[in-house]
């Protein structure tokens, strides 16, 4: 491992290798999200609200830091050195943006550890709440790649990724569940349905889902956006 | 960055930046062939249809002015950016993309970037490993190519700590450590300190004697003189002349070439219709003429014409390649493409 990191050849180990050498942001990295889950999940929260939180929290979070990374590494010329590599640019850009969602769910870790350990008796929801979280951070690098081609700075990154996010956040029933049959379908079509219906029954919320189908949603969704990982990846890369 | 301090006496005494022999390589196509490149920025400046080749052990400067489309045509050729027209082929093949193709080549551009926070060393060893080298040639490699680099001693320092030529050295190492076969090289002594753009210029023709085709732009033109080679003079995206530095300092070879340093800029039409003066221009306050080899350059200075006070210097000298640009264009190299 100490090797791994000390001399990077592959780009999730460079970005490893760049958060070791920053302890402090690597600190601020991981305390940010327990800052914001922790009060939460140790408080009387209702499950409701503890839910739309940490889903809030994990559908935001993955865009802004990817678009805004990325963004900075596009105006420093680091995605045109990565377009020179020997390698076909959607699987660099791939493996850039897969890099990103790794470090991201690194992040979230102790968050959904806490949860599971708040409420074992909620094992059920586990599957749901891994693949679901996945795919959100997934989703979420993927979108903030696409909005680095599209804007000139970070501070820009962050306004575009937040126009499609938040009405997606609504329609996914984040803030209020749909009762209606329309809407419940459209409801499942989205991003975050699954990893909220997995919060909501990992922490003793109601659901409109079973665990069961969750998890197949969750993991048709992961599976959605990382085949478009490479597409995306290469639009990353080779957008000028 | 001379050779004798990174030549390892335990190695086998290739420099470092050597590609490895190997078999039938003297067969292979050319390294690059470029025919009618368009490549044009909607805001003006660009390529219009270029042709250039790199043979193999071939030196070509690019040669122009800022704005002349230097930087567009290197992007094209080091696989950044497609033509817009026309066609590149490198070794034969015509994807840009092509792993092969990026194998092969080296490329340094003006603004390279690094990961600012690893060290030099971990930058190197990322950019040797993803162009294929297996970790024992990778570390083999690095090591003499540092010492040679005279990184030596920073190798272990985050590049964030690096000045602007520490960064151009480490970039020149990553360009050269998987032994490309085609060097594309935009402004490559940019940063550099004189000792350093010296073993440049030494280590590229050691490289071409060893069968690498160097396409390099640079508006130096002492750096194309010492290069060699073959030289293409670029102005506005067009090649206006192509030839080896002997050549191209022949058409100017029989000429003075006069140089005055003005504290404030004087009108040009007097001094260009002095008896003598075949071309003039101007760049800022320094205005350089082409005399007839028996011209007298005092009678020339009657041409600044009651602005004789504003005279803070005047050189004679042998004229140079940026002569023979502007005896093509009319216009200094220095000037950029908008005067």
Known sequence: MTRFLSLPASIPARELA????????????????????????????????????????????????????????????????????????????MERVLAGAGVDLLQVVPVLALVMVGRPG????????????????????????LASTVTRSPGEVMLVVLLPVLPALYLAGVFTPFTDPVMGTVTRLLPFTY??????????????????????????YLSAVLLLARPVGRRLLEAS | ????????????????????????????AVPLWAEGIVRWHRGGGG??????????????????????????????????????????????????RDPAVRRALGVLLDGTAHFETLTGYQNAWFFAR?????????????????????????????????????????????????????????????????????????????????????????????LAERVGGRVVLLDRGRAIRQGTVAELLREVAGLQRLELELRAPVPLERLATQPGVEVAGVAGTTVRLLLAGDANPVQVLRGLDGHGHLL??????????????????????EAGTTS
């Open chain 1, 18 to 93: 760049e958060l070791v050498r920053r302890p402090r942001a690597l600190a601020v990295k991981m305390l940010f999200p327990l800052a914001v889950a922790v009060p939460l999940l140790h408080s009387s929260a209702p499950g409701f609200y503890a839910a739309m939180a940490v889903t809030m929290l994990l559908a935001t979070m993955a865009p802004l830091g990817a678009g805004a990374v990325l963004s900075r590494e596009r105006s420093a010329g680091l995605l045109l050195r990565y377009r020179l590599l020997p390698a076909p640019p959607g699987r660099v850009g």
């Open chain 2, 47 to 96: 390529v219009l249809g270029l042709d250039l080749s790199v043979g193999q052990g071939e030196l070509v400067s690019v040669l122009g002015p800022n704005g002349s489309g230097k930087t567009t045509l290197l992007r094209v050729l080091g696989t950044v950016d497609p033509a817009q027209a026309g066609s590149v082929a490198w070794f034969g093949r015509r994807d840009r």
């Open chain 1, 122 to 145: 909620a094992a059920a929801w586990w599957p749901a709440l891994w693949l679901g979280a996945a795919a959100t951070l997934v989703a979420g690098n993927l979108l903030g790649a």
């Open chain 2, 1 to 28: 960055m001379t050779e004798p301090r990174g030549s390892d006496p335990a190695a086998s005494g290739r420099p470092p930046w050597l590609p490895e022999p190997a078999p039938g390589r003297a067969a292979e």
């Open chain 1, 195 to 220: 990893l909220h219906q997995a919060l909501l029954g990992a922490l003793g919320g109601a659901t409109t889902m079973a665990p069961g189908p969750a998890a197949v949603g969750a993991g048709l």
């Open chain 2, 130 to 222: 993803r162009f294929g080298l297996d970790p024992s040639r990778a570390r083999e490699r690095l090591n003499r190519l540092f010492t040679w680099s005279g990184l030596g001693e920073a190798v272990h320092r985050p590049v964030e700590e690096y000045s602007l030529g520490m960064r151009r050295r480490l970039a020149l190492v990553e360009a050269v450590c998987h032994g490309p076969r085609l060097l594309v090289l935009d402004e490559p002594t940019l940063g550099l300190d004189w000792g350093g753009s010296v073993d440049l210029v030494e280590m590229l023709r050691r490289l071409a004697r060893a069968g690498v085709g160097v396409v390099l732009s640079t508006n130096d033109v002492h």
């Open chain 2, 312 to 333: 803070a210097g005047l050189r004679v000298e042998r004229p140079h390649l940026g002569d023979a640009f502007l005896r093509l264009t009319g216009r200094t190299l």
